[in-house]
C-alpha cells in the first residue's frame, strides 16, 4: 500500500493502482494462488470493485469486509446494493434482490459450490449455489 497525500492505494509490481478515494479498509483481497488483486473504492458517486486494475460497476455500496474468491482463483463475489436492495455479485453479474444480507457469511465450499445468508422479510435464508 503507498499513501499520497489522505488517499490510499495499492501498488503492485511497480504499478500504481489509483481510483476513487482510495481502498475501503480491510477490503484488499488477494486471490488463493496471488495472480489476483481486488478491493472496494468509494467515491462520491458510489462505491465499485477494482480487479487487477480494471474499474467495475458503480453500486450505491458494497459490502466492507474481505471479498471471496473461489479456491481456484477464476471467480469472484461480493454483496453490493443498489436502491436499498441487496444481491450477491458473482463474476460481475448481479444476483436475486433481499432486503439484508450477512456480509461475512459469503463463502466458496470447493472450486463450484458457494453459500450466504440473507433476510427477506423476517427470515434468515441460506443461499447454496454452484458456478456454471
Known sequence: ??????QDFPVVDGQELRYGDGVVI????????????????TSSDGDRLVLDGVV???????????LS????????????MDDNQWFVVLNGEKGEPY??????SLTFDGPV????????????YLVEGALE
Open 56 to 66: 467495475g460497476d458503480r453500486y450505491d455500496f458494497i459490502a466492507e469486509g474481505p
Open 113 to 124: 459450490l458457494y453459500h450466504y445468508l440473507v433476510v427477506k422479510g423476517e427470515a434468515l
Open 26 to 41: 480491510g477490503t484488499l483481497t488477494f486471490s488463493p494462488d496471488s495472480a489476483h488483486i481486488a478491493y472496494i473504492t
Open 69 to 80: 474468491f473461489s479456491p481456484d482463483s477464476q471467480s469472484l463475489a461480493f454483496f453490493a
Open 99 to 104: 432486503d439484508d444480507v450477512i456480509p461475512m
Open 1 to 6: 500500500m503507498a499513501v499520497e497525500g489522505e
